[in-house]
Nanobody, 117 residues
Framework: QVQLVESGGGLVQAGGSLRLSCAAS????????MRWHRQAPGKVRELVAT????????NYADSVKGRFTISRDNVKNTVYLQMNSLKPEDTAVYYC??????????WGQGTQVTVSS
């Protein structure tokens, strides 16, 4: 059974930092592209960051470039999202997503991030 379990969310003041983690189990982690998405109330889910299977290539939404960093540890089967200089508009539920070509797509349950002004 595949599980993606996010952690690290919480309440932080604007300008602060948080580090999200997503621990994966039940899959060959190194075969999956990993992504972080977010969904704010009343808005569509937004792709925030992507990291390739080896971690060599990363991509970011324009709204978070220069502030967020995605990384992965293929030994610990974990993907991270370091979020710095947080803004109130970063408030959302953040979801971890595993995408494996021809082998499956999986989602975590989400972790709430709230940034106060």
């Amino acid at each position: 059974q595949v599980q993606l379990v996010e952690s690290g969310g919480g309440l932080v003041q604007a300008g602060g930092s948080l580090r999200l983690s997503c621990a994966a189990s039940g899959l060959t982690f190194g075969s999956y592209v990993m992504r972080w998405h977010r969904q704010a109330p009343g808005k569509v889910r937004e792709l925030v960051a992507t990291i390739t299977t080896t971690g060599v290539i990363t991509n970011y939404a324009d709204s978070v470039k220069g502030r967020f960093t995605i990384s992965r540890d293929n030994v610990k089967n974990t993907v991270y999202l370091q979020m710095n200089s947080l803004k109130p508009e970063d408030t959302a539920v953040y979801y971890c997503n595993a995408v494996g070509t021809y082998i499956g797509v999986y989602w975590g349950q989400g972790t709430q991030v709230t940034v106060s002004s």
